[in-house]
């Protein structure tokens, strides 16, 4: 049985070029052109081995969810709700302020302008961000559970509330606002959070 050529590329290498022109540009902002430049791969290529831009595109998600996106998994293990707070958004911080990478975030930033052909993905970075919700919903509902956070707090609100922070963070960061300017707004936010006596 015959076999294809070998790669002649390091994956991990084009993933990490292609996030850095997706997490700038969009996904629809980013050409093929922008994609090759960074690349170093002519669109064949990337077609032959990520199957489309969509394909390669999702491929980079997974990526940025398990490297720049970790400290979300980081802050559930928080001993309590306040710490999971700090946590979350001290990490969204320092994730849209990287000295190598894009200001802002890939999961809001890739979604902001997705026309018609591309719905599929701009439901799958929604999808993500709503699966990063559910995942802090779960965990402080553990915490109302153990006494950590008051009955009277729904944990879905507790929820949305640190992620919409945490977006508008991305936001931020995405229009020029540096690391120093947005870890004072965390910091004001952890003077007393909305649900504390």
Known sequence: MA???PRE????????????VFWGK????A??????????????SIYAAFGSKA?????????????????????LEAGSVREVVRRWLTGATESSTGET????????????????????????????????QVMLTERFARAQESG????????????????????GIAVEAASGADRETLLSLV????RRLPWEA
Request: glycine share 10%.
């Open 3 to 5: 076999r294809g050529r």
């Open 55 to 75: 394909g390669l595109f999702t491929q980079v998600v997974d990526r940025y969810v398990a490297t720049s996106f970790s400290y979300g998994a980081h802050s």
């Open 148 to 167: 950590d956070l008051s009955s009277d707090v729904e944990p879905r609100d507790a929820a949305r509330y640190v992620v919409a922070l945490a977006e």
């Open 31 to 44: 050409t093929m052109a922008d994609l090759r430049e960074a690349t170093g791969l002519q669109p064949g």
């Open 9 to 20: 590329f390091d994956v991990d290498e084009v993933l990490q070029a292609a996030l850095n």
């Open 187 to 190: 910091d004001l936010t952890m």
């Open 26 to 29: 969009g996904y629809e902002g």
């Open 101 to 132: 990478t894009p200001g802002g975030c890939l999961l809001v930033q890739g979604a902001l302008v997705t026309g018609d052909a591309a719905r599929e993905v701009g439901q799958d970075l929604c999808d993500r961000r709503k699966a990063a």
